[in-house]
């Protein structure tokens, strides 16, 4: 589960943000999370501070949520009050088409 969570954040580009759910639903995961939190403590190298709470928020405490949002702002995120503008820097992830299984003229 970990390389797929880490993996999905590395798709957030420069300027981006994606919330913690947005990130195990793009993975495959709904509802994982809290899980996207272990994935980006056990990985180094990734661009942990594009992932935020729901609604923009930064949930790291002290230090770490003011060099989140420091990051966020040299990449040029807004943010109104303590929350990242969302509508303005949202990542939209494309859906993943389902796949279907094949016809065959036979039917089986």
Do not use: N
Request: aromatic fraction near 8%; avoid cysteine.
């Amino acid at each position: 589960m970990f390389p797929a969570l880490q993996a999905t954040v590395r798709q957030i580009p420069r300027g981006k943000v994606s919330t913690y759910g947005q990130v195990a639903r793009a993975a495959g995961y709904p509802g994982a999370a809290r899980q996207v939190v272990w994935a980006l403590r056990a990985a180094r190298g990734l661009p942990w501070h594009r992932v935020v709470g729901a609604g923009g928020r930064i949930r790291l405490p002290g230090a770490a949520g003011l060099e989140q949002r420091i990051r966020l702002e040299a990449e040029g995120v807004t943010f109104s009050g303590m929350r990242v503008r969302m509508q303005d820097h949202e990542f939209e992830w494309k859906k993943k088409k389902k796949k279907r299984g094949r016809k065959t003229k036979s039917g089986s």
